[in-house]
Structures are given as structure tokens and as C-alpha cells.
């Protein structure tokens, strides 16, 4: 009998294999863009433009639950830079906003409560803090004054700086089954395996998703997004000819990846009024292909203004719930 193969990768293949398991996540894009209306947030906006009124990150992750999902992850800071939770680091955050909640501590303690796995996501273009870092947003800005390309980097102030705001967010609130690394391509590899490394120490049991951008995973960009221990596939389905090639060689070695569909419940990853739920037809689709070719998904759900997941997104979540009852998919 042969053995299974092992596998170079930090995390064997059934610890691995025991998060694919969990198959169906919640991703909640919620913070400064949800009030400034912009993605890709300037992050000049101050910090009390941050105002829910009826916040109730219980109701999140209620609804989370009651949809199927195993997971949720948390945008704990985008790229406006505003953090969702109190920062030693900087003062930009929700202690100084116009709703002083601890949105990342509210988000762990529901996820326990409520049998829910919780991940956090920060995000390495930041347009608040720069210590000197030119962004993707400048870079965009320059190109179109000057005429010819400009090509984002981070300085090692920055780099310290995401360094102890993620070492912050992993020693704070106890243990996190899933850390995302958006943007990864604008941090020099060392930086990104001193990253990686450093989360692994603090969340040995974390899997870490380094993002590497808007594909359907067939080609992995180990110059933009490694080390990693997942493969995303934003705004794609896996490749339909192959499946999610779980399998990968990297740099002479193998390893088992598996795969991470992220795509928003409607079309916009942050809450925009009139932006409604995509059919049923087709979340049914999202699903089942996603899961049928290999991969997890992680369906974003935005809050909106109030701190609420709107209705109509309610619904069509437990309603894609009965569809997959009904077709015997847990």
C-alpha cells in the first residue's frame, strides 16, 4: 500500500483537509467604505465618518449560522485604514469614532458563541498609513498625470507597522482559524515570509491566505502572493476543465493548497444601497460548482449603515439554505 503523500506544506494535509470540511464561509466587508461609499477609500475621511447606529455584530453572525456557514471573516482593517478595533498603533479606529464598539472582539466572541469559526482579514494597501509607501491608489493617480507606469512598494516603517497590528489582533483575541493577507503583491517577499512566519507562530493552527488577486487559481503567482497556505479565486469560479488542482509545485517542492472561492452576494463587496442579492439560480450555482470542483466559499455579506445585514440579503441566504437542504447538501 502506498503512503499519502505529505507534502512540504507548514500544515499536514488533514489539518488542511479539516478546513475544507468547513466548505461554506461568511466574508463581511464592513468599515470606513461602507461610509464613505468608496472600495478603494481614500482614507482621508475622519475617523468619526464611522457611525452605526444600530450596530449588532450578533446579528451577523446569527444569520451566518442560520445560512449554513462553518466560517466568517472580517474585514478587521480595508484599505481606508480604519480599524475595527481599538489600535494601539494608530489613532485611527473605532475608539475614535462616531461608534466606539470593538467590532473585531464583538465578531470573535459571537463566532464562539454561536459555533462559528472566526478568521480576520487585513488588508496591505492602506491609504491613511503610508510612512512613506507609495499605494496602488497613488500609483493609479500618477500614471494618469504623468502618462507611463508607476509600481506600488511598501517601506519597512509600513511593513513594522502591519507587523504590530497584526501581531496585535493575534494576541488579543484568542485563537483565529483563518488570517487573510490582501495585497500581499505590494510587500517584498522577505517581508512576506517574515509574515507569514510570525502569524504561524502566533496562530499555529490558523490557516493564512496570502491573496493572490482576481483569477480562477489555475496559475499561482508565487512572486506576488508566497508564502501561503490557500489559493484564492476572487470574483471566479474554479477552472472548469481541471477543478481546483490542489497539488501545487512551488520552487522545486509540493504542496497541498486548497482553494477559496470569494465573491460578494450581490456585486459590490461593501454595502452600496440598490446593490440587491444576485438570484437564486445563481447563488445555488456559486455554490455548488464551487464546492463540486474543490474549493471552499466564502460568500460576502456586507452590513450596511446601520450595522445590519439588510433583509433582502437575509432572505436570500436562508433561502439558498433550503435549496441545498433540499438537494441533501450540508
Known amino acids: 500500500m502506498t503512503r499519502p503523500e505529505t507534502g512540504s506544506q507548514r500544515l499536514s494535509t488533514a489539518a ?8 461554506y464561509g461568511m466574508f463581511i466587508h464592513f468599515g470606513m467604505s461602507t461610509f464613505d461609499g ?3 477609500s481614500s482614507g482621508e475621511f475622519p475617523s468619526t465618518l464611522y457611525a452605526p447606529d444600530r450596530l449588532d455584530v450578533d446579528q451577523w453572525i446569527s444569520v451566518a449560522r442560520d445560512a ?17 478595533w481599538p489600535s494601539r498603533y494608530t489613532d485611527y479606529h473605532v475608539g475614535t469614532s462616531g461608534c466606539t464598539v470593538d467590532v473585531v472582539g464583538s465578531f470573535v466572541e459571537a463566532c464562539r458563541k454561536r459555533d462559528v469559526m472566526p478568521g480576520l482579514y487585513y488588508c496591505s494597501w492602506d491609504n491613511h498609513h503610508r510612512f512613506g509607501s507609495l499605494t496602488p491608489s497613488d500609483a493609479m493617480a500618477l500614471e494618469r498625470e504623468n502618462h507611463h507606469p508607476y509600481f506600488p512598494y511598501t517601506t519597512r516603517e509600513f511593513q513594522e507597522f502591519e507587523l504590530r497590528q497584526v501581531e496585535e489582533l493575534l494576541t488579543t483575541y ?8 490582501d495585497i500581499p503583491s505590494i510587500l517584498p517577499r522577505c517581508f512576506r515570509e517574515e509574515l507569514y512566519h510570525r502569524i504561524a507562530e502566533l496562530q499555529p493552527q490558523a490557516v493564512i491566505m496570502m491573496n493572490n488577486g ?11 502572493a508566497w508564502p501561503a497556505d490557500l489559493i484564492a479565486i476572487e470574483r471566479f469560479l474554479p477552472n472548469s476543465a481541471t477543478g481546483h488542482v490542489k497539488w501545487r509545485e512551488v520552487e522545486g517542492k509540493r504542496y497541498y493548497m486548497p482553494g477559496e472561492v470569494c465573491d460578494p452576494i450581490g456585486r459590490e463587496w461593501f454595502f452600496v444601497e440598490g446593490d440587491l442579492p444576485r438570484s437564486d439560480a445563481e447563488l445555488l450555482g456559486m455554490y ?25 440579503h437575509i432572505d436570500a441566504l436562508l433561502r439558498l439554505r433550503r435549496n441545498l437542504d433540499l438537494l441533501g447538501m450540508k
Open 16 to 23: 488542511l483537509q479539516e478546513w475544507e470540511k468547513l466548505a
Open 38 to 40: 468608496a472600495e478603494l
Open 68 to 84: 449554513g456557514m462553518k466560517y466568517a471573516v472580517l474585514t478587521a482593517k480595508h484599505v481606508a485604514g480604519h480599524c475595527l
Open 174 to 181: 484568542g485563537p483565529i482559524g483563518e488570517v487573510w493577507i
Open 214 to 224: 482576481i483569477c480562477d487559481g489555475s496559475d499561482y503567482p508565487v512572486k506576488d
Open 288 to 312: 455548488l460548482i464551487s464546492r463540486s470542483r474543490g474549493t471552499n466559499l466564502l460568500l460576502d455579506v456586507p452590513p450596511d449603515r446601520h450595522g445590519l445585514i439588510p433583509q433582502s
